[in-house]
Each structure stands twice: as structure tokens, then as C-alpha cells.
């Protein structure tokens, strides 16, 4: 059905769009035409996480769809930072670790998009950005900036109490300039990003329109947010990686296993390829029913990202833990060493190196509450000493509330 549809319709009826430059000549644009268009990411650590899932799908509906997408490595503007959504100057980073992280973010583009002739780029900013003249490009690009526009954007506008460098001042300007070189060199007439982009992207469109007198456009998408407006992707342990080093596929698998029952339109609809009238059946459900919908839900997600093997034992794992409590070679797991043991340590000090409690009041709730158990035994003494007593076979499987498994592992 999607496939004889203008994309715009796809992209809103799954819940995608925010906000979008000229909207009925995109539309329009859309329908006529196979655009190239491209979305930027900053290797600013060594993985994607969940917040730029979002992106990645909207490229692979777009290229589904016949259009081309281009994968910006920001090697170059990491060398500044974006103010966006941040409170502090980004950390400098090495050349050296930009690219290793670069090759990283291409593992998991290759997994949504097809690279073969041409049908997706990824291209490097540094290419341009990085051996600029500072006077030249002051003169053929700063010109057509207001300063006096650039600080009523909303990223600079947060920053201007704690301090904005001059340094992240120059990011806005960097990144028209990429969509300016984009539209120069391979007809590039959109940019998509996460709603805190607006204003650069604004930027680049109007950079375009001054200096060439050409159309370019631009299109905005909600962060993933919960049905109280709250961030997704974030657990215990931080940021929910796509890096399987990082965030492992039982975790990964989990995390979207347990979301709300008022969630579960908004992820199948945005994080999945499922078409719309099953999202609509599955979201349906009631009661213990919407348990089917969050499996398939945490199924497809994890197969997107890690495969169908991975997302299969992720599954069985948590079937099994449900059912009997059961260890797993798969379920997230600490190691410890017998000297741990021998410093007197309670099941407060586990919980916490296991990163399963952010604090002792924390887990004294937990504790209260009938939260946690050791080996299926409920744990009710704050003080209960670790020892080597409690292994069984030199593991020791922690549960936490109804649906947190975690194994500590004697080694």
C-alpha cells in the first residue's frame, strides 16, 4: 500500500513529521520528483543511540521510496558543537577518534540503507569544512548571517546565560554552509534532522535561497518521547545504544518489551516497518493482550538493529526468565571477583555495582517493596551480606520489581 504513496504520507500518517519549510511546495515536490536529501551526525561518541533511530528510519522510508539519501559524517563540525539542547561546551575531540567513530555509525547506516550505485551516500564534511579559508569563507558565506537573527534561535538563546563560546557560535553557519555545498554538488534540495535543528536547517535553506537563488527545504521530527512527554531511551545504565558492546540485544530487547501500554502506537509506528493497519490492530489490544503487541514491538526493533538471530535468543531469554526465572548466557550479567566478597559487602553495595540502584535510599524502597529477589528468594535485610553461600554454580541471578532480570557472575 505505502509504496504508491507520496512519502510526505507515509512519513505523517506513522507520526514522523514536526515541522516542515513550505509545506505545500514539499509536498509537491515530493510527488513530482526523486529528491536527494541528507541528515547530519556528528560522531561525537563511538555509537548511534535510540535518538538517532528515528533519523535512520526516516531515511530508509525516504530511499524506500526512491529518493536518495546522504549520510553526513560531521568530522568536520564535531570540531565545534552544536549548542543545541546542551548546557555546556562539547569536549574537544582527536581527528583520530572522530573517524574511528565515523566507521562505527557507517556499520549501522548499512543496515537500513542500500550504498550500491549510489542509491546512498555518506560523505564527509571535513571535506570541505576543514581547509577552509577563514577570511574567503567570512566573506562569501558570513555575509549573509544576521548576528542579530542567529541569537534569537532557540539553541543559542539557552546558551546565552551559561556562556556561548564564539567557537559553537560558528556551528549554525557551518552547518548552512554543508547544506549550501550539498545542493552545489549533488542537487541536494532537503534537510531532515530532530526538531532541535530547526534553526540550522532554517539556516541552510535560507543560505541557498540568498546566495543561488534556488529553492532548497527542510523538514523537522519529534524527538521519541514517552505519553508524558519524557525522553525515551534512557536507562539505568544511561543512553540506549545501538552498539551491541554497549547496550546488549537482551537489554536493547527488554527496554522496548517494557514500555507503556500508552507507548506502544507511537514506537511501532516510528521505530518499525510494520504497515499502519496492524500498528492500528496491535495497539488495539487490551489488557494482558497488549503484552503480544510489545513483543512483536521489541522483536522488530531488535532484528532491525541486530538481526534476526539476536533478536530470536533476545526473545526466548525473556520468555524463559518470565516463565521460570531461569539464568541465560544472554541476560545482562557483572562479574565479581572473590575478594569482592571478602570486603563485607551487602545487597545494597550489589545492587549498586551492578548498576541496578542509583543510591542506598533507593534501594532500601525497592527493598520495602518487595522488589528485589536473590535466586527467586525475596530479599527483605537492607544488611544482607554477600557471600559465597548465596552462588549457584557461581552465579547469582538478581530480580528487580517484575520484569528486571541481571546475573552476577562469581569469577
Not at 246 to 273: G, H, I
Not at 279 to 304: C, D, H, P, W
Request: glycine content about 8%.
Amino acid at each position: 500500500m505505502d509504496k504508491k504513496r507520496n512519502v510526505y504520507d507515509v512519513l505523517n500518517e506513522r507520526g514522523y513529521i514536526e515541522q516542515v519549510t513550505h509545506e505545500d511546495e514539499v509536498k509537491e515536490l515530493l510527488n513530482k520528483e526523486k529528491i536527494t536529501f541528507y541528515i547530519g551526525f556528528d560522531p561525537t561518541a563511538d555509537s548511534l543511540h535510540i535518538g538517532h533511530y528515528i533519523q535512520i528510519m526516516v531515511m530508509a522510508h525516504m530511499q524506500r521510496q526512491g529518493h536518495r539519501p546522504i549520510a553526513i559524517i560531521g568530522d568536520g563540525t564535531t570540531m565545534v558543537g552544536d549548542p543545541s539542547d546542551r548546557t555546556g561546551m562539547r569536549q574537544i575531540m582527536s581527528k583520530e577518534q572522530i573517524q574511528e567513530n565515523a566507521e562505527k555509525f557507517k556499520v549501522i547506516f548499512e543496515k537500513f540503507l542500500d550504498f550500491k550505485d549510489g542509491k546512498a551516500l555518506m560523505v564527509h564534511n571535513g571535506d570541505w569544512l576543514l581547509n577552509l579559508n577563514y577570511v574567503d569563507f567570512l566573506r562569501e558565506i558570513g555575509v549573509h548571517f544576521s548576528v542579530n537573527r542567529m541569537l534569537t534561535a532557540e539553541c543559542y538563546k539557552n546558551r546565552m546565560e551559561k556562556g556561548l563560546t564564539f567557537l559553537e557560535f560558528n556551528y549554525m553557519i557551518m552547518q548552512a554552509y554543508d547544506f549550501y555545498m550539498l545542493h552545489k554538488d549533488y542537487n541536494c534540495k532537503m534537510q531532515f534532522g530532530g526538531n532541535d535543528q530547526w534553526s540550522n536547517i532554517i539556516a541552510g535553506v535560507d543560505l541557498i535561497r540568498r546566495k543561488d537563488n534556488e529553492s532548497a527545504y527542510g523538514m523537522t521530527f519529534s524527538l521519541l518521547t514517552n505519553s508524558e512527554g519524557k525522553k525515551m531511551g534512557k536507562t539505568e545504565k544511561g543512553a540506549l545504544w545501538l552498539d551491541p558492546e554497549k547496550t546488549s540485544p537482551y537489554e536493547f530487547y527488554q527496554y522496548w518489551r517494557n514500555v507503556d501500554d500508552a507507548d506502544v502506537k507511537k514506537c511501532l509506528s516510528l521505530l518499525t516497518f510494520i504497515p499502519m493497519d496492524e500498528v492500528e490492530r496491535l495497539s488495539n489490544l487490551e489488557g494482558a493482550e497488549i503484552n503480544k503487541a510489545k513483543e512483536v514491538l521489541a522483536y522488530e526493533v531488535t532484528k532491525l538493529i541486530h538481526g534476526d538471530n539476536e533478536a530470536k535468543k533476545a526473545e526466548e531469554t525473556s520468555k524463559a526468565l518470565f516463565k521460570k526465572g531461569t539464568d541465560d548466557d544472554n541476560m545482562p550479567h557483572t562479574e565479581i571477583t572473590e575478594e569482592y566478597l571478602n570486603e563485607d559487602k551487602t545487597i545494597l553495595d550489589l545492587l549498586t555495582t551492578a548498576g541496578l540502584i542509583k543510591s542506598n535510599g533507593e534501594g532500601r524502597r525497592l527493598i520495602k517493596q518487595g522488589g528485589v529477589s536473590l535466586n527467586e528468594e525475596k530479599v527483605e535485610d537492607f544488611f544482607l551480606p554477600i557471600t559465597k553461600e548465596l552462588f549457584e554454580d557461581g552465579k547469582l541471578t538478581i530480580k528487580k520489581g517484575k520484569k528486571i532480570f541481571h546475573q552476577i557472575r562469581l569469577v
